[in-house]
Every structure is written in structure tokens, then in C-alpha cells.
């Protein structure tokens, strides 16, 4: 990719993003995006009638996805990649206000997933996610809602006191990090702000998944523009290159091209919704089903199938160099980062490592590798997880960037050039399985 061209697809990038402050949101851009593009939406509660070079979307739960687009000809295999719609956030809980000393009135929240807390101070903040309700014949539907009206979780001088004091200082959830709604004359206010919103009553509204976000809008910086900063990069800079390789790749003849993004990855995957759940398992079946495919051929298929597990990687940090690995340290704007794992929290291997590389080389990218210090652990990812329940050749990946798990984290401007095509090239290939070892890659 040019710069030029890396720099219009960072630009809307940022605005998948800004479009995108909860797993709710992003999942119905990624379908809005689907439909544009002519694929049609499928439901899991209907009997399936697929067309040959047609393309389909099914979603679990709005917070994740899975597209993708039958082959011209008999199915030979699946060519995935995995991405997560969530990110590390604050969750709004039930009965969500909370006085405070008489003057204020804060939101009761709580940690989803593993974020640096101290960054989401002093920044304007938000509440977004989905509101299900109850409409006027019964039915129970959802509603997405993003109020667009600032927070602030205000610092205190003794948290600074006591930081300097003891070198560090470890925040309290429950103390520290409650943002302020408003004054005292604020109580009782907030389903109401929340409902208006919506444009529904607060009556009907039976339950909710809110989150907090940051207002911020991303930002391309350096001096050469080469950076960006946003919140959510992990991982919706991956969701973003992969359903963008997705929906500008050739059609397939034999093979089936697939784009799975699944919600919970923060928190463990063990969602019905998330990467350790049927869901990819059973529109694999459902495609085979309905292929007419035998489920003995649907087991063999698996054998000639690859997936991509993307989910952003940690570049080497300017002041904390000692923690990156010796010889494995990737860099911003200089490739594709292959994650390796000797106790497998990554999964790739030799031989899905090698793949990889190939369909890299293939689209003109390149790359790099990713090992934590052998005396430091590390966090896994969707590809050992969904392994766990489609078990096929699977390689974990993502783009280097800095401070993840922040409420802003900062990439590169290339590499998301870089993701797309390689994508691209994936869901343009096929795999072959030969015996004893030996695979080919091949255009499909």
C-alpha cells in the first residue's frame, strides 16, 4: 500500500471507531457495512438455503458476527480470520447511582476485562451499549443507544501523594474510578438521560448493557504522520483490516472465505457469544448441512481449512525496552507480528506459522515475531480457545502497537494497510492438505 492509501484507510478507521464505542455498535457497523455490500443477513432460529458465489452474515447475541461467502464451486475447505468486538471498559451496574458526601451523584461501575486504570482520568467519558425493551404488543426487542453527554472520573491529590509515597499505587475500582453524573440535584436522572436517548420510557426499559468510553476522537501523529492514537485499537484495528480484506477479496472458487468476529475476548471467551462457544462450529456445520455436504466429508474438510486469529500485538515500549523479549521485539510499521507460545497461549506452530508467512509474501507484506521473555507470562487469545471447538491449522497474530488495554492506544498508520492485504490474499486462497506433513497453498 502507498502512504497515501495507508493514510485514507487510517482515516476511516477512525471512523469505524468513533462509530463503534461498544461490541453492540461495532457488530452493527460490520453488518451495515455486509448489507451494503450485497451479502444477505441470516438468523440462527431459520432453516438455511445458501446460493453458490453468494454471501451471508449471521449474528449472535449483537455483539458478535460471522460473514462469509459460499464458493462457485463444491466446497474444498475454509479460509477464516478471527477478530473480538470488545475492549476493556467500565460496565454501568444496576441500580447505577451512587451519592457522593452530600454533593455529587456517580455512576456505580465495574472493571470489564484487564485495562490501566489511571489513563481514563480527567478525559470526557460516555455511556454507550443496548437497552432491551419492552414494546407495546410484548415483545422483547433491543435498542442500541449512545449517550453523548460528558463524564469525568476526577482524580484525587492523595492518589498522587500516595503514588509518589509508595512508588506506585494500586486504584480501587469501587473508590476511585466512579465517575461524577452530576451534582446532588442529579439523582434519579440517569435512566431518564439514558431513556430520553433512546427515545423510549424509562418504564420500558427491562435491562442494559452499558459501557464507558472515551469522547477523544482518534488522531494520526509523528513526525512523519506515522502514528495513530485512539481507544479500542485492540482489536478493532483488526476487525476493521480483516472485514475491509473480506469484502474487496476475489470471489473463491472452491473454498469458503469467512471473517468471524466474536465478542467477551477480554474477559475469557466463555460466552455463548464468544470464541469458546459453538458459534463458529455451528455455521461451519450449517454451511456443510445445507452444501449438502456428509458430516463425514464436513470432518475432512477441516483438514484443508486455515484460520487467522488477529488480535493486536505489543510493540517494543521506548522506556520499558528490558520487557520485551531479546531478539523477538516488533516495531511499529514494519510488519504483520506472528505470536509464538511455547506453552501455546498462542497457537501457532511451525507449519501455521510458515502458511502464514506464505500468504504474506503472497500479498507483499512482511513480517515480524512476537515471544514474551521467558521469564514473564503472558495472555492468550481466540485462536487456542476456538481451537478448542474447530480444530484445524490456526495462526495468531496482530499489529504492533503501545499501551494496550489503555482507553487510548497507538498503532501504526501502515499496518493497517498492511493487514488488509494480507486478508485479502487469505480469503483468496485455499489450502490443500497432501498426507505426511506436506500442504500447498493455492489460488482458489
Not at 17 to 34: G, R
Not at 48 to 70: C, D, E, H, T
Amino acid at each position: 500500500m502507498s502512504k497515501t492509501n495507508s493514510r485514507e484507510i487510517t482515516e476511516d478507521l477512525l471512523k469505524f471507531i468513533e462509530k463503534s464505542p461498544t461490541c453492540f455498535h461495532a457488530v452493527q457497523n460490520i453488518c451495515e457495512t455486509l448489507v451494503h455490500e450485497g451479502f444477505e443477513e441470516l438468523t440462527e432460529g431459520s432453516v438455511w438455503q445458501l446460493s453458490p458465489s453468494k454471501g451471508y452474515f449471521v449474528s449472535r447475541n449483537g455483539s458478535s458476527v460471522i460473514a462469509f461467502r459460499m464458493p462457485e464451486s463444491s466446497i474444498k475447505g475454509f479460509m477464516i480470520a478471527a477478530a473480538h468486538s470488545d475492549s476493556p471498559s467500565f460496565k454501568i451496574k444496576e441500580n447505577p447511582e451512587i451519592k457522593g458526601e452530600g454533593a455529587y451523584t456517580r455512576l456505580n461501575v465495574e472493571k470489564y476485562g484487564g485495562m490501566l486504570m489511571f489513563p481514563w482520568f480527567d478525559r470526557p467519558l460516555s455511556v454507550a451499549g443496548r437497552l432491551v425493551i419492552r414494546e407495546e404488543d410484548g415483545v422483547i426487542s433491543t435498542k442500541l443507544v449512545n449517550v453523548e453527554r460528558d463524564l469525568m472520573m476526577i482524580p484525587s491529590l492523595a492518589i498522587h501523594m500516595d503514588r509518589k509515597a509508595n512508588e506506585g499505587h494500586a486504584l480501587n475500582a469501587q473508590k476511585e474510578m466512579l465517575p461524577i453524573f452530576g451534582d446532588e440535584t442529579a439523582e434519579n436522572r440517569f435512566m431518564e438521560t439514558v431513556a430520553k436517548e433512546a427515545g423510549v420510557e424509562v418504564k420500558d426499559i427491562l435491562g442494559h448493557d452499558l459501557f464507558l468510553y472515551v469522547r477523544d476522537k482518534g488522531s494520526v501523529w509523528g513526525a512523519s504522520e506515522e502514528y495513530v492514537s485512539a481507544g479500542r485499537l485492540d482489536d478493532l484495528q483488526c476487525v476493521f483490516g480483516a472485514l475491509q480484506g473480506f469484502i474487496h477479496a476475489e470471489k473463491n472458487v472452491h473454498a469458503v472465505p469467512m471473517i468471524a468476529v466474536f465478542d467477551n475476548e477480554e474477559v475469557g471467551s466463555g460466552t455463548k457469544q464468544g470464541a469458546d462457544s459453538t458459534f463458529l462450529s455451528d455455521v461451519m456445520d450449517r454451511i456443510g448441512a445445507a452444501a449438502g455436504i456428509s458430516e463425514e466429508e464436513r470432518k475432512s474438510l477441516t483438514a484443508s481449512s486455515f484460520m487467522v486469529s488477529a488480535d493486536n500485538a505489543h510493540a517494543v515500549h521506548p522506556a520499558y525496552g528490558d520487557k520485551a523479549d531479546p531478539v523477538n521485539r516488533p516495531k511499529i510499521n514494519t510488519g504483520i507480528v506472528i505470536k509464538y507460545h511455547a506453552g501455546q497461549k498462542y497457537t501457532t506452530d511451525a507449519v501455521s506459522g510458515a502458511i502464514f508467512e506464505e500468504i504474506c509474501k503472497k500479498a507483499g507484506v512482511s513480517v515480524q515475531h512476537f515471544t514474551n521473555r521467558s521469564d514473564m507470562n503472558g495472555g492468550s487469545t481466540l485462536g487456542n480457545i476456538s481451537n478448542a471447538h474447530v480444530s484445524l491449522n490456526t495462526v495468531d497474530i496482530g499489529l504492533p502497537q503501545l499501551a494496550m488495554h489503555s482507553c487510548v492506544e497507538t498503532a501504526g498508520v501502515h499496518d493497517t494497510a498492511d493487514l488488509i492485504d494480507a486478508m485479502k490474499t487469505l480469503f483468496e486462497s485455499g489450502l490443500e492438505e497432501l498426507g505426511q506433513g506436506r500442504y500447498r497453498l493455492i489460488k482458489a
